[in-house]
């Protein structure tokens, strides 16, 4: 059974970081692309970033390009974004996927959700 479980959320002040963790069991971790989508309320899902199986291949959104970066660790089958210089547009729920090719909105593993709240 897969479980994907992340951790991290929480508020913080504009200009503040702060660092989401997902955990992913159950699968051949070192084999799958991890990443990160976001949605604000009455917006759609977005990609914010996505790592390849070998850590060699990254993508960003522009929205955070240059503020966030993503890591993955396969012995602890978990990957991180860490975020910084936090605005108040990056309120949202964040959702961590697993897929065996790359973040895909239709990808099949997906964590509950996280909140990220950013006050001004």
């Known amino acids: 059974q897969v479980q994907v479980m992340e951790s991290g959320g929480g508020s913080v002040q504009a200009g503040g970081n702060l660092t989401l963790s997902c955990t992913t069991t159950?699968?051949?971790?070192?084999?799958?692309?991890v990443g990160w989508f976001r949605q604000a309320p009455g917006k759609e899902r977005e990609l914010i970033s996505c790592?390849?199986?070998?850590?060699?291949?990254?993508y960003y959104a522009d929205s955070v390009k240059g503020r966030f970066s993503i890591s993955r660790d396969n012995g602890k089958k978990t990957h991180y974004l860490q975020m910084n210089s936090l605005k108040p547009e990056d309120t949202a729920k964040y959702y961590c996927?697993?897929?065996?090719?790359?973040?895909?909105?239709?990808?099949?593993?997906w964590g509950q959700g996280t909140q990220v709240t950013v006050s001004s």
């Open positions: 159950g699968l051949d971790f070192d084999y799958h692309a």
């Open positions: 996927v697993a897929d065996r090719n790359w973040c895909y909105d239709t990808s099949q593993y």
């Open positions: 790592i390849t199986w070998s850590g060699h291949g990254t």
